[in-house]
């Protein structure tokens, strides 16, 4: 009979040989390791993490003041006492991967852990790190083992990591991971058993100490309804409750902006009165927080008008954009293209960030046209800096041309070895703040976090504009869905029902409106009347992911739309059409959030 650690041993050569091999092929050639694994290597490979080095990002001081660290500390200090003796390590992180807290009494394993920096404050995401029981776990969402050479970090080879994510039992989305570390030549697949069922009873004292939570929050919500007769909204993380008259005074992105002030307060854990700025009035908010035995539970908010309410089921739509010519309505977009054009009415350089997609070259072009339409824009792609050699010049031309306004796009892709001549030709221009031919400079970008070599540029910009995402203003879809059909059918028209724009209306939209065009796009080529219809949309605007989606994800989520579709929502023709098992299309279905209309 083998021996069982000669067999670990010889499994382990086995896994490193896989390794060496996929990591050699320019495609990641398929190996013989475990499914997960193999497919955790590849996303780590279109990640482009190092392999040879473990390289961890630091993100701070843990956050233990929460509902999780407060909850599964006792859990923890149980199971910690149970390994006393035995070289493993118990370590909370969140859903990002990043370390809460972490206890061993092994002195070696310690100081390996440390070596690696597997300790609170750093993240252990597998975006930053790779194949590991944290960050695979979490990815994957479910209990994970990552054994020695399994790692795809060299740094990690000798540790073996058994990950087991923690669910919010209300809400079912995953908030936390317990992990046991061990060394790779003592693991044992009872320690997965181990950490799955410590990640249970978490749960379970969560749903116990919610029950309490939500009562308290429910509490004070029906006593400041009682005491105020004002609009009052209550929420945590779990929940969200409004009385009659913040439901008929307060519309959606009124309602968001509550939210996010209750947030602010939950996370402070103290009262604040304010006043904001809703869509069709001012209003003093009273935040309260609410507490239970088991700790905050959320928190209650009374709106006091300065003036006599609106009623929004009768009140006029709001107005459109602040500048001509972009749709939207929303107060988040005109309050942002608001401070877009007196920015660029300053004369200074604007700076425009948001995500790819989001209205920032649109946003560019509008405040153009609105104060100098009578002046050229010429707008320079930073994309193409890195292989056109004219580029540069270009610019210098447009610059000394002073014909209007020079737009720089997507500065974050400007290669670093460009900047110091860059910035000579813009300086003369951020400095020159008057009339006359001095041209107006505006630039986007994605972000401000650019590192080294990029602080001078940005410092150029007197003003910069943060241009939200279209997920944050999902309002302004009823004014930019007609404008994108205008614009793709011009002669013949054609518009959304009302069910189609329920779906949109619930897309993240990743991609933004760039995203939102190309649905559109894909519907009305498949529209057969001038009424767009659900199953004219693409099959992704009919399932709401909860996180961002691989390709291969993507397709698979289309392929079971389409699927339902044919069959009209049978699912178990759907999985034969599909060749898969009732168990599993019924778990993607989930996975993926497939809503098909009835």
């Not at 939209?509 to 219809?533: D, F, H, M, Y």
Request: charged share 20%.
């Amino acid at each position: 009979m083998e021996h069982p650690r000669r067999h670990r041993v010889a499994a382990q050569r086995l896994v490193a040989e896989a390794r060496a091999h996929f990591l050699a092929s320019e495609q990641g050639a398929a190996v013989d390791v475990r499914a997960a694994i193999l497919d955790s290597w590849r996303r780590c490979q279109d990640w482009n993490v190092s392999a040879d080095r473990v390289e961890v990002r630091y993100v701070g001081s843990a956050n233990l003041d929460t509902p999780l660290v407060e909850i599964a500390r006792p859990q923890l200090d149980q199971l910690a006492d149970l390994l006393s003796g035995e070289p493993v390590s118990v370590i909370l992180t969140d859903l990002d991967g990043v370390v809460l807290g972490r206890s061993t009494d092994d002195t070696a394993l310690e100081r390996k852990l440390d070596q690696v920096n597997l300790a609170p404050g750093f993240a252990y995401a597998e975006r930053d790190v790779g194949t590991n029981g944290i960050g695979t776990a979490l990815q994957r969402n479910s209990t994970v083992a990552v054994i020695g050479n399994e790692h795809y970090a060299d740094g990690l080879a000798n540790l073996a990591c058994f990950g087991a994510p923690i669910r919010n039992p209300v809400s079912h989305k995953t908030i936390g991971l317990l992990d046991l570390t061990t060394w790779h030549r003592t693991a044992t697949p009872l320690l997965a058993a181990l950490a799955a069922k410590t990640a249970t009873c978490i749960e379970k004292t969560l749903l116990a100490a919610a029950g309490q939570r939500e009562l308290a929050l429910l509490r004070q919500y029906h006593a400041t309804c009682r005491r105020t007769g004002l609009p009052v909204l209550a929420t945590n993380n779990d929940v969200m409750m409004m009385n009659e008259a913040a439901r008929l005074t307060l519309g959606p992105e009124d309602q968001s902006l509550l939210l996010a002030q209750a947030a602010d307060t939950i996370e402070s854990g103290r009262p604040r009165t304010l006043l904001v700025e809703l869509t069709d009035n001012v209003a003093q908010l009273e935040c309260t927080p609410a507490w239970s035995e088991s700790g905050l539970a959320g928190c209650v908010v009374a709106v006091r008008f300065d003036a006599p309410v609106v009623d929004l089921g009768t009140a006029p739509r709001r107005g459109p954009s602040a500048v001509p010519g972009l749709a939207g309505s929303s107060l988040t977009w005109k309050r942002c293209c608001r401070d877009a054009l007196r920015g660029y009415q300053d004369g200074g350089p604007l700076l425009l960030v948001g995500e790819p997609g989001a209205g920032k070259l649109a946003i560019a072009n509008a405040v153009h046209r609105y104060h100098a339409p009578e002046r050229f824009v010429d707008v320079f792609d930073a994309g193409a800096a890195a292989t056109a050699d004219s580029w540069l010049h270009n610019v210098r031309v447009a610059l000394s041309a002073g014909r209007g306004t020079v737009v720089l796009r997507r500065i974050d892709l400007l290669p670093t070895e460009i900047l110091p001549n860059l910035l000579a030709e813009l300086r003369p221009v951020a400095q020159h703040t008057g009339g006359g031919s001095a041209p107006r400079l505006v630039a986007t970008t994605r972000t401000t976090d650019l590192g080294p070599g990029f602080d001078e540029l940005l410092d150029l910009f007197a003003v910069t504009v943060a241009v939200s995402p279209l997920r944050h203003r999902p309002d302004d879809l009823r004014d930019i869905v007609p404008v994108l059909l205008t614009r793709l059918r011009p002669r013949d028209p054609v518009r959304c029902s009302p069910q189609a724009m329920n779906y949109l209306l619930r897309g993240r939209w990743p991609g933004n409106v760039t995203e939102l065009q190309a649905a559109l796009s894909s519907a009305v080529q498949k529209c057969r009347s001038g009424v767009i219809e659900p199953q004219d949309l693409p099959p992704g605007c009919r399932a709401v992911s909860r996180c961002m989606l691989t390709p291969l994800e993507s397709l698979e989520r289309d392929a079971i739309v389409n699927s339902l579709t044919a069959t009209n929502g049978d699912k178990l023709a759907a999985a034969k059409e599909l060749h898969m098992s009732r168990a599993t299309i019924y778990r993607k279905i989930r996975r993926y959030a497939i809503d098909l209309v009835r």
